[in-house]
């Protein structure tokens, strides 16, 4: 897949990241991963990752009633860090999903998640 090295060079600038991948959330599958991850296991991340998004995606409490109002990303925090999931819009088939971990005490929240928008919105476009 065309820029996903690239995207995932570009996340790890983002203050305060950790690790990043792109995750296929419909079979829980790393397209691509760099940096570290939690508990030291990209495909456990992953795996979850795909849960979280499918979890937020069917249930109707986080599904929007207007019409093409779609997921765009999720923000789990903890006391460490921030788990940022910023879903890649395409006009095929979107089911990537742009996971990136944050340390809490170097990362900045917007500022990482407007990167995050970019990032996704240059995936798409290359």
Known sequence: MPGVDHCLQ???TIPGAAG??????T???PVATTGAAPNSDHEAAAAGTAEVVQAAN???L????VPHD???DLIITTAGGYHLLRMVQTEFDSRLVLYVWLDRVR???AVARRQMQRLAD?????
């Open 10 to 12: 570009e996340a790890m």
């Open 107 to 109: 990362g900045n929240l």
């Open 122 to 126: 240059d995936l798409v476009a290359r």
């Open 62 to 65: 986080f599904v929007s009633a």
């Open 70 to 72: 779609l997921l765009e």
């Open 20 to 25: 990043a991948s792109i995750v296929d959330y």
């Open 58 to 60: 069917s249930r109707s």
């Open 27 to 29: 079979t829980g599958f």
